[in-house]
């Protein structure tokens, strides 16, 4: 719940988001439950049975607007592979996550107990979204990944 809070709080200029990309999604938790409050939600998973069930925890509760990738987190802001979500009713469009914009894209992170690898926050740094929300079973891993962060621009807002 706080997740999806920080998620979709409006920006400190009012600013809706309006893209997810949730990295480490595992069974989608994060997108699915935040899909109302976007118009385009993807998560990305390397097992690729978690992705299966994502897909099939979205189509169970009629939610269009999500789509999942079976990868590396590292591997999502560089694939050449659409994600499709509909947009409105009847609207299907394929999308490529590095050219969600930027000023409106949240990223979320829940990365395994070792937390995110460099390659990830560079990329992450790079694709610059507006938000990062990152939760963490492992504080020590999360303090340094938030140093990284932090180092490229971010600001702590929160941490609880």
């Not at 893209?19 to 993807?42: E, P, T």
């Amino acid at each position: 719940e706080l997740v999806v809070e920080a998620a979709t709080t409006a920006s400190h200029n009012r600013k809706m988001m309006t893209h997810l990309i949730d990295c480490y999604c595992g069974s989608g938790l994060f997108a699915l439950g935040s899909s109302s409050s976007f118009d385009v939600c993807v998560g990305i998973e390397v097992n690729t049975k978690a992705v299966e069930e994502a897909r099939e925890n979205a189509a169970l509760n009629g939610i269009q607007n999500c789509d999942f990738v079976s990868a590396s987190a590292e591997a999502i802001f560089q694939s050449q592979d659409p994600v499709r979500a509909t947009m409105n009713v009847g609207e299907d469009k394929d999308l490529l996550v590095r050219d969600f914009p930027r000023e409106s894209t949240v990223v979320v992170v829940d990365p395994p107990r070792k937390g995110c690898s460099e390659e990830f926050l560079q990329q992450l740094n790079e694709y610059s979204p507006a938000r990062v929300v990152y939760m963490s079973c492992d504080p020590a891993t999360q303090a340094r990944d938030a140093k990284f962060l932090v180092s490229f621009g971010y600001e702590i807002v929160s941490i609880q």
